[in-house]
């Protein structure tokens, strides 16, 4: 899969990357060069605990968030397969009813499996190792979202520009 122990962050670096790289190696590399993190959380990669270990229940945690809109957060943990544990962000949003919609429709498209995978559909979940002090959770959310439009400017080159047909190297 795919990992940020590939890369070499540099110390006060500020990562933003897609779900691929949710995993607790990555966000391992990351801060162990002193970098920080933004990555949307993958369901079955991305476990997150409490502070005692215990895992905590993500899509029941957001099926209490009712309003749309709204960016949330809770201090969670992420724990490596050696049993280090990671102090991290967990924040979300549940996306306005159109976009919530279209999402809903998107997951199904993709072939989603059951039930909890449209619930989830439903919001933006990010891990971030940024303190608190130096980006709020909005904030979290909105570089985010700049990340994903940078990615479908890329995707729109691919495919209008041809960028996908030239040669490498």
């Known amino acids: 899969g795919e ?11 500020l990562w933003i990357v897609d779900r691929g790289y949710a ?17 949307r959380r993958n369901r079955s990669s991305l476990p997150v605990f409490n502070v005692h270990g215990q895992r905590i229940d993500v899509l029941g945690l957001l099926g209490h968030t009712t309003d749309r809109g709204r960016a949330r957060e809770r201090k969670v943990h992420v724990r490596t397969v050696a049993g280090r544990m990671f ?34 559909a439903e919001f ?13 959770a909005d904030q979290i959310l909105a570089l985010y979202r700049a990340r994903w439009q940078v990615e479908l400017d890329f995707k729109r080159d691919k495919s209008i520009g041809q960028l996908d047909t030239l040669p490498s190297l």
């Open 3 to 13: 990992t940020m122990r590939n890369f070499d962050p540099k110390p006060g670096e």
């Open 23 to 39: 995993n607790p190696p990555s966000i391992e590399a990351v801060v162990d060069r002193g970098s920080d993190i933004i990555v």
């Open 87 to 120: 102090a991290v962000r967990l924040c979300w949003m549940r996306l306005e009813s159109a976009d919530a919609a279209r999402a809903r429709a998107h997951a199904q498209r993709d072939g989603a499996h059951d039930a909890d995978e449209l619930d989830a």
């Open 124 to 136: 933006i979940v990010l891990v971030t190792t940024v303190p608190k002090e130096r980006l709020d």
